[in-house]
Protein backbone atom coordinates (compact mmCIF):
# COMPACT_ATOMS: atom_id res chain seq x y z
CA UNK A 1 0.00 0.00 0.00
CA UNK A 2 0.95 3.40 -0.63
CA UNK A 3 -0.25 6.64 1.23
CA UNK A 4 -1.05 10.05 -1.29
CA UNK A 5 -1.83 13.57 -0.65
CA UNK A 6 -2.88 15.52 -3.25
CA UNK A 7 -2.61 19.17 -3.63
CA UNK A 8 -2.81 22.42 -5.99
CA UNK A 9 -6.70 22.71 -5.47
CA UNK A 10 -8.19 26.25 -5.71
CA UNK A 11 -10.29 28.57 -6.99
CA UNK A 12 -9.86 29.51 -10.60
CA UNK A 13 -11.28 31.06 -13.35
CA UNK A 14 -12.98 29.38 -16.35
CA UNK A 15 -10.07 29.46 -19.12
CA UNK A 16 -7.75 29.21 -16.44
CA UNK A 17 -4.59 26.10 -16.05
CA UNK A 18 -4.12 24.02 -13.27
CA UNK A 19 -1.72 21.31 -12.09
CA UNK A 20 -2.56 19.01 -9.31
CA UNK A 21 0.06 17.26 -7.64
CA UNK A 22 -0.13 13.69 -6.14
CA UNK A 23 3.02 12.64 -3.44
CA UNK A 24 3.33 9.13 -2.73
CA UNK A 25 4.88 7.72 0.15
CA UNK A 26 5.62 4.12 1.05
CA UNK A 27 6.77 0.92 -1.18
CA UNK A 28 7.18 0.22 -4.60
CA UNK A 29 5.91 3.40 -5.72
CA UNK A 30 6.91 2.72 -9.29
CA UNK A 31 5.07 -0.29 -9.83
CA UNK A 32 1.84 1.07 -9.16
CA UNK A 33 -1.02 2.38 -11.80
CA UNK A 34 -1.92 5.60 -10.86
CA UNK A 35 -5.06 7.50 -11.35
CA UNK A 36 -6.91 10.56 -10.64
CA UNK A 37 -10.93 10.72 -9.93
CA UNK A 38 -13.58 13.45 -9.18
CA UNK A 39 -16.61 13.93 -7.07
CA UNK A 40 -18.63 16.53 -7.50
CA UNK A 41 -21.50 17.80 -5.34
CA UNK A 42 -24.61 15.34 -5.66
CA UNK A 43 -22.87 13.01 -8.38
CA UNK A 44 -20.67 9.76 -8.61
CA UNK A 45 -17.44 9.82 -8.32
CA UNK A 46 -15.81 9.53 -11.95
CA UNK A 47 -12.84 8.99 -13.31
CA UNK A 48 -10.65 11.16 -15.04
CA UNK A 49 -7.54 10.45 -16.00
CA UNK A 50 -4.45 6.63 -15.31
CA UNK A 51 -1.34 6.55 -16.01
CA UNK A 52 0.72 3.11 -15.91
CA UNK A 53 3.76 2.54 -13.98
CA UNK A 54 6.07 2.87 -16.50
CA UNK A 55 4.34 6.23 -18.03
CA UNK A 56 3.62 4.61 -21.62
CA UNK A 57 0.02 3.97 -21.09
CA UNK A 58 -2.54 7.13 -20.41
CA UNK A 59 -5.92 6.88 -20.17
CA UNK A 60 -8.37 10.01 -20.16
CA UNK A 61 -12.47 10.86 -19.55
CA UNK A 62 -13.72 11.91 -22.90
CA UNK A 63 -14.55 14.85 -20.57
CA UNK A 64 -11.03 15.86 -20.09
CA UNK A 65 -9.46 14.65 -23.28
CA UNK A 66 -7.66 17.21 -24.99
CA UNK A 67 -7.65 19.57 -21.89
CA UNK A 68 -5.48 17.39 -19.01
CA UNK A 69 -2.46 15.78 -18.94
CA UNK A 70 -1.45 13.16 -16.40
CA UNK A 71 2.22 12.55 -15.82
CA UNK A 72 4.64 10.59 -12.83
CA UNK A 73 7.70 11.33 -11.91
CA UNK A 74 9.04 8.01 -10.18
CA UNK A 75 12.16 9.21 -8.53
CA UNK A 76 10.24 11.99 -6.81
CA UNK A 77 6.77 9.49 -6.08
CA UNK A 78 5.03 12.02 -7.63
CA UNK A 79 2.09 11.97 -9.98
CA UNK A 80 0.56 15.12 -11.34
CA UNK A 81 -2.52 16.35 -13.36
CA UNK A 82 -2.20 19.07 -15.74
CA UNK A 83 -5.80 20.97 -16.58
CA UNK A 84 -6.01 23.55 -18.93
CA UNK A 85 -8.96 25.21 -20.51
CA UNK A 86 -10.67 24.86 -17.18
CA UNK A 87 -14.96 24.78 -17.23
CA UNK A 88 -17.28 25.37 -14.43
CA UNK A 89 -17.88 21.71 -14.92
CA UNK A 90 -14.77 20.92 -13.50
CA UNK A 91 -15.51 21.90 -10.29
CA UNK A 92 -15.43 18.95 -8.03
CA UNK A 93 -13.28 17.18 -5.64
CA UNK A 94 -10.12 15.30 -7.21
CA UNK A 95 -8.68 12.46 -6.09
CA UNK A 96 -5.28 10.65 -6.94
CA UNK A 97 -5.73 6.67 -6.01
CA UNK A 98 -3.08 3.44 -6.73
CA UNK A 99 -3.64 0.44 -7.82
CA UNK A 100 -1.84 -2.81 -8.23
CA UNK A 101 -3.57 -3.86 -11.68
CA UNK A 102 -1.66 -2.86 -14.96
CA UNK A 103 -5.28 -1.78 -16.64
CA UNK A 104 -7.19 -1.36 -13.59
CA UNK A 105 -10.72 -2.08 -12.85
CA UNK A 106 -13.39 -0.33 -10.99
CA UNK A 107 -13.26 -2.62 -8.76
CA UNK A 108 -9.29 -2.51 -8.32
CA UNK A 109 -9.61 1.05 -7.92
CA UNK A 110 -11.76 0.71 -4.63
CA UNK A 111 -9.67 -1.76 -3.78
CA UNK A 112 -6.51 0.76 -4.34
CA UNK A 113 -5.36 3.43 -1.99
CA UNK A 114 -6.90 6.94 -2.01
CA UNK A 115 -5.77 10.08 -0.92
CA UNK A 116 -8.05 12.91 1.08
CA UNK A 117 -8.98 14.62 -2.55
CA UNK A 118 -8.27 18.36 -3.22
CA UNK A 119 -10.82 20.82 -4.13
CA UNK A 120 -10.90 22.35 -7.29
CA UNK A 121 -13.08 25.32 -7.74
CA UNK A 122 -14.03 27.04 -11.41
CA UNK A 123 -15.98 30.48 -11.59
CA UNK A 124 -17.65 30.86 -14.86
Known amino acids: QVQLVESGGRLVQAGDSLRLSCAAS????????MGWFRQAPGKAREFVAS????????LYADSVKGRCTISRDNAKYLVYLQMNNLKPADTAAYYC?????????????????WGRGTQVTVSS
Open 97 to 113: AASGALRPSQVAWDTGS
Open 51 to 58: ISWNGQIT
Open 26 to 33: GRSFSSYT
